[in-house]
């Protein structure tokens, strides 16, 4: 069973920096495609970034400030956030999927690809 963990979420001062962690189990995870979506309340999950399972292609939503990395070795994804305006107070989730690739490049960006979910991780950025 896949397991996935985030951390690093917290309060910032609008400019600062956060960068999230999402631990996985599995065996596999190098097979998987690793998203961070984010969700405020009374609206739906927003994609944030994605990367391949080799880490090969990222895929951003278009606020930019993000990037998304991984390590294989340590079954870990992270997503460094920088900028960050009180507009990305939201909880932070990240996502896996059992394809290292999508068929198409708009899959990345639709909660719905995904198998497996984190509980989420709470960013809060103050003005």
């Known amino acids: 069973q896949v397991q996935l963990v985030e951390s690093g979420g917290g309060l910032v001062q609008a400019g600062g920096s956060l960068r999230l962690s999402c631990a996985a189990s599995g065996r596999t995870f190098s097979s998987w495609t690793m998203a961070w979506f984010r969700q405020v309340p009374r609206k739906g999950r927003e994609f944030v970034a994605a990367i391949t399972g080799s880490g090969g292609s990222t895929y951003y939503a278009d606020f930019g400030r993000f990037t998304v990395s991984r390590d294989n070795a340590k079954n870990t994804v992270y997503l460094q956030m920088d900028s960050l305006k009180p507009e990305d107070t939201a909880v932070y989730s990240c996502?896996?999927?059992?394809?290292?690739?999508?068929?198409?490049?708009?899959?990345?960006?639709?909660?719905?690809?995904?198998?497996?979910w984190g509980q989420g991780t709470q960013v809060t950025v103050s003005s």
């Open positions: 996502a896996a999927s059992i394809a290292a690739e999508m068929e198409r490049a708009t899959y990345y960006y639709y909660p719905q690809s995904y198998n497996y």
